[in-house]
């Protein structure tokens, strides 16, 4: 299957009109991600045309808001400390090693977070089972190819045991590698005590304090479960019991049909489930782009034994028990009237994540969640209840809801480090790319609907579905990064033949007023 890819001229504002000598608010849509995670209050276009984004939190005052707890320490027991070793704890941890900061990380429960343990790498084992499934099964395509295989199966344990075995490995060097390089992993939940303070320790037993000049908050998330349903994590399961693949029900329910929703229904159907999406939204995949939702329900959905209702929340959901199914009330999004009744033999929530920050002791520096999020600026710094910023603290990943992305708060944390050692950076999160790894993978960068600027050539934004959708995308999401323009990137050379002509033959079709550098960025070398 050929890849699909989203990259269009700027259409819905006119390219006469850049040029304007005031500024105006635009609305513009992000991938799959609300304004909110960037921290932009309005985006506006300046004099020159280019388009700005105004953040909260850029004027802020650094106040010490100490409160009642006392003064900072006037000596460390560690330049850096992490609270959480996720995939964001880990890469900010081995870069301040890096820069050569004294470094610890608290860990209260397993070493890898939610990515390695219960999301992106067990999630990603039990999808290749399914890609490698899914070819098996296809006849025609062995046919093509001149193969007779076999009725494919499958073992249950099998594969639950490869996904469990693959995250087990992955965290055992994650763990490694922080040792190995004199990271100190410290066992417990962390609590912020105060300024530049934190204890820790298990439960029943006495809780250390350990103090830092710098602190990075990195507790993740965990799965959200509206009001309503009842899990058992045995018929009604989330994400999390998902994972462990206890057994393929013959028809599943998934509520959500977004990232964790669409990836599960490919595992699911693979192994020969049926599935029913509920959606409360009027379309599947609401946050995706909208061309790309249409062209992926064709692929993705209408082939498959998959069905769905949309406009609907599932306001009860009540477990299998006594012989009786799983029991789902339906309730029309608009109306809020009961519409229908399902009994299926399990449900998966997929309702997306919330942030994991009870209990870190934030009221201790006058810090108020927002529906449970640190509040931070551009910078990734604490913002305290009064809109000043907490001096040396910091908080990455999930738990600021910028972007819930692992490979985002890896590079927050990175961000962060380059900061605190007298580097200021600023992570451009439009540059991120994003991926659903379903067969085929749905990949995409930056804005929705504005995708490039024909008068200067500046990428905004990059769709792709198809084969090794989610490896083609990173050349879309450094152009944007760097901030090379499509008329220099045209004349890279793309190896013949591969897939990544598709993003060659992109961009030399792409229609930009203009001209090229005059020396190309691709044959110089860039200083770091």
Not at 285 to 305: H, T, W
Not at 331 to 353: M, N, P, Q, S, Y
Not at 376 to 391: F, K, S, T
Not at 459 to 479: K, P, R, T, W, Y
């Amino acid at each position: 299957m050929h890849s699909t890819l989203s990259f269009s001229r700027a259409t819905t504002v006119p390219t006469t009109n850049y040029a304007f000598h005031s500024q105006s608010p635009i609305n513009l849509r992000f991938c799959g991600l609300r304004r909110e995670a960037f921290g932009i209050s309005i985006l506006t276009r300046s004099s020159s045309g280019r388009v700005r984004l105004s953040t909260r939190g850029r004027s802020k005052r650094i106040s010490a808001s100490t409160g009642n707890n006392g003064t900072p320490p006037k000596s460390f027991d560690y330049d850096l400390i992490i609270i959480g070793a996720g995939v964001g704890g880990h890469g900010a941890a081995l870069h301040a090693v890096e820069k050569g900061l004294k470094t610890a990380i608290i860990e209260g429960d397993v070493v890898g977070g939610t990515c390695v343990n219960r999301g992106c790498v067990p999630s990603k084992a039990l999808l290749a089972v399914s890609g490698r499934m899914r070819e098996l099964q296809s006849e025609h395509h062995m046919k093509a190819l001149g193969l007779q295989v076999s009725a494919a199966g499958y073992d249950r344990q099998g594969v639950a045991g490869h996904a469990n075995n693959l995250a087990s490995k992955i965290r055992s060097n994650l763990t490694n590698s922080m040792k190995a390089l004199g990271v100190d992993i410290l066992t417990g939940f962390g609590t912020i005590v105060g300024p530049q303070k934190v204890k820790y320790g298990k439960v029943g037993f006495t809780d250390n304090v350990v103090t830092a000049k710098d602190i990075i908050i990195a507790t993740g998330s965990v799965p959200f479960v509206p009001k309503g349903i009842e899990v058992d994590g045995k018929t009604v399961i989330t994400s999390d019991h998902a994972l462990k693949l206890e057994f393929v029900p013959d028809w599943i329910a998934i509520v959500g049909s977004g990232y964790i929703g669409l990836e599960f229904s490919d595992v699911y159907t693979a192994l020969g489930s049926e599935v029913t999406f509920i959606e409360a939204l009027d379309q599947l995949m609401p946050g995706f782009d909208p061309e790309i939702s249409k062209l992926a329900q064709r692929v993705l959905i209408n082939p498959r034994k998959i069905d769905y209702h949309t406009g609907v929340f599932a306001t009860k959901i009540t477990p299998a028990r006594d012989g009786k199914p799983v029991i789902i009330e339906l309730t029309d999004a608009k109306t809020k009237e009961h519409k229908d009744t399902l009994e299926v033999d399990a449900a998966l929530i997929a309702t997306g994540r919330a942030p994991f920050t009870n209990g870190l002791g934030l009221e201790n520096i006058n810090v108020v969640t927002q529906r449970g999020f640190v509040p931070v600026d551009e910078r990734m710094r604490v913002i305290d209840a009064n809109g000043n910023l907490v001096p040396h603290l910091y908080c990455i990943g999930d738990a600021n809801g910028k972007m819930m992305l692992a490979h985002a708060a890896s590079a927050q944390g990175i961000s962060v480090v380059e900061q605190v050692t007298g580097r200021d950076h600023v992570l451009n999160h439009l540059s991120v790319p994003a991926a659903c790894f379903t067969h085929p993978e749905i990949s995409m960068v930056g804005l929705t609907e504005l995708i490039y600027r024909p008068d200067n050539g500046e990428i905004l934004g990059v769709h792709i579905f198809g084969l090794h959708a989610a490896d083609l995308i990173h050349e879309a999401s450094n152009a944007i990064a760097l901030g090379t323009r499509i008329q220099d990137i045209k004349f890279a050379v793309h190896a013949h033949p591969t897939l990544s002509e598709v993003l060659d033959e992109l961009f030399k079709s792409a229609k930009v007023k203009a001209p090229a550098s005059t020396s190309s960025p691709i044959s110089e070398p860039v200083a770091a």
